[in-house]
Nanobody, 119 residues
């Protein structure tokens, strides 16, 4: 089992920056992928960025060049540095981990953290 706790959300003006942090606990050595998703009101949850255990990253087109995802495997943490934020980035941001277990596919979500970009 892996548990996730996010932090770092808040209110920021357009063009500003925020850094989100997600800390995993439990079987952190079993985690192979970690990622950030977001869900805006009335919309489906979507992938923002993900990173494999070896450091391969994947970004949504809408955030490329503005967001950077990184992780520390030993600590079980994943960060999302968000720069040049836009109002359309407003959403609840969720951390997700995918990990090995006896089940065919195991994953866990954090509780979410609100990011609001507004002047």
């Amino acid at each position: 089992q892996v548990q996730l706790v996010e932090s770092g959300g808040g209110l920021v003006q357009p063009g500003g920056s925020l850094r989100l942090s997600c800390a995993a606990s439990g079987s952190i050595a079993s985690i192979y992928n970690m990622g950030w998703y977001r869900q805006a009101p009335g919309k489906q949850r979507e992938l923002v960025a993900s990173i494999t255990r070896s450091g391969t990253t994947n970004y949504a087109d809408s955030v490329k060049g503005r967001f950077t995802v990184s992780r520390d495997n030993a600590k079980g943490t994943v960060l999302l540095q968000m720069n040049n934020l836009k109002p359309e980035d407003t959403a609840v941001y969720y951390c997700k981990s995918e990990y090995y277990s006896r089940a065919p596919y195991s994953y866990s979500w954090g509780q979410g953290t609100q990011v609001t970009v507004s002047s």
